[in-house]
């Protein structure tokens, strides 16, 4: 490959990076025919669905849409929820499991801002919440069982936290009596069981299921190409990830769920739920339990459903069933997601999004992660992994720059060459591929550290926008959140001068830049002084602004990124002088810079002159 080949693809790689990198995309129901040997699918007003009540209807009235409805909700008696991650409460209509917050994230960095808020109940805004059931099989009516419209009655516990659980009942009146013990662990785990005792004088065929009911999208929707958000599925077999858009427009018609549904029927070790940037709730029946997973979207009320519906069981008179379930409801903290996953939760940990490079991704985290726990800072732990990453590629990035010194050695004579062919141009590349056999030069050996670094770039990106860890992480001075752009900007002289900088994601801090970013684009140009100059024009035009245009394009990235590839671009200039240096190469780095400041101010200087 000679080197106007080299260095267009080393340019095309390049810019690739940025796109990539820089793409964001733009950013049921329930009446279905009697099953005589399965649980029956009973319509709900303004919805279809096989699962009566799961919409979240109070009363007769469709969710959110009826005063009656959501008054009796709001007068409904509630249980509180206090653990050490949680602060909530359910409701006893419906035993709903509505109201949630996190108390060790806020929304904001101020730590007196007001605790994340996951849950909300029904009729309020972005209502999201979680309904548990059973649904009726041939002979049993929907008012015979439990749904979102039972009024419970509370057995024992005053409020639900660790140790100490809480016990609802409810009697259909026509020998149906059922229990429902509700316990959390002291993480972001929730254990749901319900018991039915059948006193009725003849069987009763029923299914018990869970439902995740979310009004609307949420209105903090990143809408990115790098996080998954939506409804994400583990079937023991696949991941299925289904963002918001899809489950509105691409969900097919299913002749029992409604008419946009997406059923599978799960063997065992699956689950089903939403996930968010850092937050997720999600339905865990136990691993060997087999039930139907299904993702849905009610368009006449622009609620998003996902369900756990478990297999029919037949209680027979004088017989009890016991049916258990669990809903993980908190943020998607690598420990705590990886200790559940221990515990039994089929890759409970591919709940985080790791991307398509998951075989690097996984360790790159694992290794910030263990650096974090020894320093106690992501910033160091940042920089202190990119010399880590450096020391494994330098036995590879050795051969690179090895080569490149050698063709930085033979910059005089391509010149020669190049005045030599004149503007016969495949002359001039067999005397270039002739002067490099004969020095034994490799030109394709410089793109080994590029090809190298695109894929741990995408992964230390991934990791950094979608684990939690680096959310409002400090590191020091004016980075507050690494997880964050650079809040600092030219505009005030990154703080130096009396007045704010301008409002983040704004133009002017996209042209006002901060310090970390103009930093990336100094180390960049002085990482590039050290490679050979292109010798098409157009191509060195391209590389002399690669980068300032990564400067500006990556000045928006969260500032752990910004700080890795500083590091990263950093080591590599060390690495590259120190090995041109042993092998005879002596760039003056800081010399070309001076030279080039001087012709530059000499040019001007005769622009100004008087014509003659």
Same mark, same amino acid.
């Given at each position: 490959?000679?080197?106007?080949?080299?260095n267009?693809?080393?340019?095309?790689?390049l810019?690739?990076l940025?796109?990539?990198?820089?793409?964001?995309?733009?950013p049921?129901?329930?009446?279905?025919?009697?099953?005589?040997?399965?649980?029956?699918?009973?319509?709900?007003p303004?919805?279809?669905?096989?699962?009566?009540? @799961?919409? &979240?209807?109070?009363?007769?009235? %469709? #969710?959110g849409?009826?005063? !009656?409805?959501?008054?009796?909700? $709001?007068?409904?008696?509630r249980?509180?929820?206090?653990t050490?991650?949680?602060?909530?409460s359910?409701?006893?209509?419906?035993?709903?499991?509505?109201?949630?917050?996190?108390?060790?994230?806020?929304?904001?960095?101020?730590?007196?801002?007001?605790?994340?808020?996951?849950?909300r109940?029904?009729?309020?805004?972005?209502?999201?919440?979680?309904?548990?059931?059973?649904?009726p099989?041939?002979?049993?009516?929907?008012?015979?069982?439990?749904?979102?419209?039972?009024e419970?009655?509370?057995?024992?516990g005053?409020?639900?936290?660790?140790?100490?659980?809480?016990?609802?009942?409810?009697?259909?009146?026509?020998?149906?009596?059922?229990?429902?013990?509700?316990?959390?662990?002291d993480?972001?785990?929730?254990?749901?069981?319900?018991?039915?005792?059948? @006193?009725? &004088?003849?069987?009763a065929?029923? %299914? #018990?299921?869970g439902?995740? !009911?979310?009004?609307?999208?949420? $209105?903090?929707?990143?809408?990115q190409?790098?996080?998954?958000?939506?409804?994400?599925?583990?079937?023991?077999?696949?991941?299925?990830e289904?963002?918001?858009?899809?489950?509105?427009?691409?969900?097919?018609?299913?002749?029992?769920?409604?008419?946009?549904?997406?059923?599978?029927?799960?063997?065992g070790?699956?689950?089903?739920?939403?996930?968010?940037?850092?937050?997720?709730?999600?339905?865990v029946?136990?691993?060997?339990e087999?039930?139907?997973?299904?993702?849905?979207?009610?368009?006449?009320?622009?609620?998003?459903r996902?369900?756990?519906?478990?297999?029919?069981?037949?209680?027979?008179?004088?017989?009890?069933?016991?049916?258990?379930?669990?809903?993980?409801?908190?943020?998607?903290?690598?420990?705590?997601?990886?200790?559940?996953e221990?515990?039994?939760?089929?890759?409970?940990?591919?709940?985080?999004?790791?991307?398509?490079?998951?075989?690097?991704?996984?360790?790159?985290?694992?290794?910030?992660?263990?650096?974090?726990?020894?320093?106690?800072n992501?910033?160091?732990s940042?920089?202190?992994?990119?010399?880590?990453?450096?020391?494994?590629l330098?036995?590879?990035?050795?051969?690179?720059?090895?080569?490149m010194?050698?063709?930085?050695?033979?910059?005089?004579?391509?010149?020669?060459?190049?005045?030599?062919?004149?503007?016969?141009?495949?002359?001039?590349?067999q005397?270039?591929?002739?002067?490099?056999?004969?020095?034994?030069?490799?030109?394709?050996?410089?793109?080994?550290?590029?090809?190298?670094?695109?894929?741990?770039?995408?992964?230390?990106?991934?990791?950094?926008?979608?684990?939690?860890?680096?959310?409002?992480?400090?590191?020091?001075?004016?980075i507050?959140?690494?997880?964050?752009?650079?809040?600092?900007?030219?505009f005030?002289?990154?703080?130096?001068?009396?007045?704010?900088?301008?409002?983040?994601?704004?133009?002017?801090a996209?042209?006002?830049?901060?310090?970390?970013?103009?930093?990336?684009?100094?180390?960049?140009?002085?990482?590039?002084?050290?490679?050979?100059?292109?010798t098409d024009?157009?191509?060195?035009?391209?590389?002399?602004?690669?980068?300032?245009?990564?400067?500006?394009?990556?000045?928006?990235?969260?500032?752990?990124?910004?700080?890795?590839?500083?590091?990263?671009?950093?080591?590599?200039?060390?690495?590259?002088?120190?090995?041109?240096?042993?092998?005879?190469?002596k760039?003056?780095?800081?010399?070309?810079?001076?030279?080039?400041?001087?012709?530059?101010?000499?040019?001007?200087?005769?622009?100004?002159?008087?014509?003659?």
């Amino acid at each position: 490959m000679d080197e106007q080949n080299r260095n267009l693809i080393l340019a095309m790689a390049l810019s690739g990076l940025v796109i990539l990198g820089w793409t964001v995309l733009f950013p049921p129901p329930e009446p279905a025919p009697q099953d005589p040997n399965a649980a029956t699918t009973q319509a709900e007003p303004a919805a279809a669905g096989p699962i009566a009540g @799961t919409a &979240g209807q109070t009363g007769a009235a %469709a #969710p959110g849409t009826a005063d !009656s409805g959501a008054n009796a909700l $709001a007068e409904a008696p509630r249980i509180p929820i206090d653990t050490p991650r949680l602060k909530g409460s359910i409701s006893l209509l419906g035993g709903r499991i509505d109201t949630l917050a996190l108390k060790d994230y806020h929304t904001e960095l101020d730590p007196s801002s007001p605790n994340v808020t996951l849950l909300r109940p029904e009729g309020g805004a972005e209502a999201y919440y979680a309904v548990f059931g059973w649904s009726p099989g041939a002979g049993l009516a929907v008012e015979d069982l439990p749904n979102a419209e039972t009024e419970w009655q509370v057995a024992d516990g005053a409020t639900l936290s660790p140790g100490k659980d809480v016990t609802l009942t409810w009697d259909n009146g026509k020998g149906l009596s059922f229990t429902r013990r509700i316990s959390v662990d002291d993480e972001f785990m929730f254990t749901l069981t319900q018991s039915v005792t059948n @006193t009725s &004088g003849a069987p009763a065929k029923m %299914a #018990p299921y869970g439902v995740i !009911s979310r009004h609307g999208e949420p $209105a903090d929707l990143k809408r990115q190409f790098i996080i998954h958000e939506g409804a994400i599925r583990q079937t023991g077999e696949t991941l299925d990830e289904i963002k918001y858009k899809d489950m509105r427009d691409d969900l097919e018609p299913d002749p029992r769920w409604g008419p946009a549904a997406d059923v599978v029927k799960v063997a065992g070790n699956g689950w089903i739920g939403f996930t968010d940037h850092y937050w997720m709730t999600t339905l865990v029946p136990t691993s060997d339990e087999a039930f139907q997973a299904a993702i849905q979207y009610d368009a006449g009320r622009d609620i998003f459903r996902t369900t756990a519906l478990l297999d029919t069981i037949e209680v027979a008179d004088g017989a009890s069933a016991t049916a258990t379930q669990r809903l993980f409801a908190g943020a998607k903290e690598w420990e705590a997601i990886r200790d559940y996953e221990a515990g039994g939760i089929y890759r409970f940990i591919d709940s985080i999004d790791w991307g398509w490079f998951y075989f690097l991704t996984k360790p790159i985290f694992r290794g910030l992660h263990l650096l974090h726990g020894m320093i106690g800072n992501m910033g160091w732990s940042i920089i202190c992994l990119t010399f880590v990453i450096k020391a494994i590629l330098l036995p590879l990035a050795y051969k690179s720059y090895v080569s490149m010194a050698k063709m930085k050695e033979l910059q005089p004579e391509m010149e020669k060459l190049k005045e030599k062919a004149g503007e016969d141009r495949q002359k001039l590349q067999q005397e270039m591929m002739a002067l490099y056999k004969k020095e034994k030069v490799n030109p394709a050996a410089g793109c080994l550290p590029i090809l190298l670094q695109i894929p741990i770039f995408f992964s230390l990106y991934k990791v950094i926008n979608v684990t939690i860890e680096l959310r409002h992480a400090a590191w020091i001075g004016w980075i507050h959140d690494l997880s964050a752009p650079d809040p600092s900007s030219l505009f005030n002289l990154w703080g130096l001068l009396p007045w704010a900088a301008p409002e983040p994601g704004s133009i002017l801090a996209l042209v006002f830049i901060g310090f970390l970013p103009l930093m990336l684009g100094i180390s960049m140009w002085l990482q590039q002084k050290l490679n050979p100059a292109p010798t098409d024009p157009a191509q060195a035009m391209i590389f002399a602004w690669m980068p300032w245009v990564f400067m500006f394009m990556l000045g928006s990235f969260a500032s752990g990124l910004v700080l890795y590839w500083i590091t990263n671009n950093t080591l590599t200039f060390i690495q590259q002088y120190s090995i041109m240096r042993s092998h005879g190469v002596k760039p003056d780095v800081f010399g070309n810079i001076a030279k080039g400041l001087k012709r530059g101010g000499a040019a001007a200087n005769a622009d100004k002159a008087p014509k003659k």
